[in-house]
């Protein structure tokens, strides 16, 4: 067989026996060329089988911050493995995992001082979720099991996180778990209340108060909210907003959850996006860039007088991850934040994002285009409309949206285009990288402008 042949062959195996993710694409627009097979990569370039360059545009899934190809991690995942790979999460500890619980504890804001480690987002919110639960218990406060979450948000993908998260999955899974209720997520571009800017957030903090005396304070253990909620359109709250949160949940003994597993590690341009609000949640998640995906590492990190209060009771959390806490994960994630901190990449996160979000200014010029979002950080959102008065969007599914996606691919630029085309490439992305990112963006809404025109107002 040919190495061409062989090639082909890597994607004609990938579709006869990997069962892909849920993603932008469905399973018919991947057959259709949509799935690619990548073999290396370095920096913000990804390379598939057949050689062809790419630019990382959303750093894997928003994971990648250190960028490809850090041999380095490697090294220190093997370095590892030949010490110990492995100890129980339950009774024991290793010299790396305790290395990374006061790494995550010392870069966290405030008092975020006791880590629970585990492997994934989901895990995470998981874990959040039930310690919050457990916390509440342990305070005598048996009856707070409810769960305040935000519409259009997203948690994860296990059946608690899923709960949390919006409806879409619902018809397959449904009924969810009970004591879920959602309130309106921050958004100041089409809101529901017809309030621009700061009064829109006002009023959606507002909302959380309501639901929380709505559902009787005392039934009511956490509110949790991503920072910055990518899945809702990457739309910035204004700092009232989250000071207002911070407020009602300490005024109603809730306990406050910050999902920062995309926002965490650098991505908004600052250590956690918590510290752009200047609020310290009771309970933080992380995953993503804590490792920058060379290792599936995800930590939960909850404040000390949390864990004070839970401390008397004598008893342990009653949760337990096989892999939380693994050591070649631990080595994996303690050697990227070294290596973030080194290359002052959360610094550079900052200003390649500001660089980056300055660029996609221009495609407002777009007919299609309503708004672009972003600016904290290497986090930038592109909004499509039908109508620019009307703010019409076209629907995930609308083959306007399935074109650009698959066209921006073809052109050389992996990311997600849903509503909106996410941006969130590597922190060592480069000026050129940026600029030809948004080139490239800026052509196929050309030809997609084109090819729909008629259905454009
Ligand atoms: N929380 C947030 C904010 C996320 O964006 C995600 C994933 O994208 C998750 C949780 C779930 O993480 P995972 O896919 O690692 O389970």
Not at 32 to 53: C, N, P, Q, W, Y
Not at 176 to 196: A, E, I, W
Request: aromatic share 8%; proline share 4%.
């Amino acid at each position: 067989m040919t190495s061409v042949q062989t090639r082909h062959a890597l994607e004609t195996r990938a579709l006869d026996h990997l069962w892909m993710h849920s993603n932008d694409l469905e399973w018919d627009d991947l057959q259709e060329g949509g799935l690619r097979v990548f073999s290396r990569g370095h920096g913000s370039t990804l390379i598939d089988v057949h050689g062809a360059e790419y630019i990382d545009g959303l750093a894997g899934l928003f994971v990648v911050a250190a960028g490809h190809g850090r041999t380095e991690i490697g090294e220190a995942m093997a370095h590892q493995a030949g010490e110990i790979a492995y100890t129980a999460a339950s009774n024991a500890a290793n010299p790396v995992n305790i290395a990374l619980a006061e790494k995550i504890s010392s870069l966290t804001p405030g008092d975020l001082n006791r880590v629970f480690l585990c492997s994934g987002g989901s895990e995470a919110v998981e874990s959040a979720m039930k310690i919050a639960k457990q916390v509440q218990v342990m305070r005598g406060h048996g009856k707070r099991y409810k769960i305040i979450a935000r519409r259009g948000s997203y948690h994860g993908t296990t059946f608690g996180a899923a709960s949390l998260t919006g409806s879409a999955s619902e018809k397959y899974f449904g009924p969810f778990m009970p004591g879920v209720s959602k309130v309106p997520n921050p958004n100041q571009y089409r809101n529901d209340f017809g309030l621009d800017g700061e009064a829109g957030d006002i009023m959606c903090a507002r909302f959380v108060e309501q639901e929380i005396l709505t559902q009787g304070p005392e039934n009511v253990a956490a509110v949790i909210g991503e920072p910055i909620s990518v899945a809702n359109g990457t739309h910035l709250p204004s700092p009232i907003y989250w000071q207002m949160l911070r407020d009602i949940c300490d005024r109603y003994g809730v306990l406050l959850i910050m999902d920062e597993v995309i926002t965490g590690w650098g991505r908004t341009g600052k250590w956690f996006a918590a510290e752009h609000y200047g609020v310290v949640p009771d309970i933080m998640t992380m995953a993503k860039g804590l490792s920058s995906g060379y290792a599936p590492v995800a930590a939960v990190a909850v404040r000390s007088s949390i864990f004070d209060d839970f401390r008397p009771t004598g008893q342990a959390l009653n949760h337990l991850i096989t892999f939380g806490g693994h050591a070649v994960a631990a080595a994996a994630a303690l050697k990227n934040i070294e290596i973030l901190e080194r290359e002052n990449l959360v610094q550079r996160s900052a200003e390649m994002g500001t660089y980056l979000y300055d660029l996609a200014q221009k495609l407002r010029s777009h007919p299609t285009v309503g708004d672009v979002r972003g600016g904290l950080g290497l986090l930038c959102a592109i909004d499509f409309v039908k109508n620019k008065d009307t703010r019409e969007a076209w629907g995930t599914s609308h083959p306007f949206i399935k074109f650009l996606a698959l066209r921006t691919q073809e052109e050389g630029l992996v990311t997600r285009v849903w509503d909106v085309l996410h941006l969130a490439p590597p922190f060592v992305l480069t000026r050129d990288e940026a600029e030809r990112a948004i080139d490239i963006v800026d052509r196929c809404l050309t030809e997609a402008e084109a090819k729909f025109a008629d259905e454009i107002q």
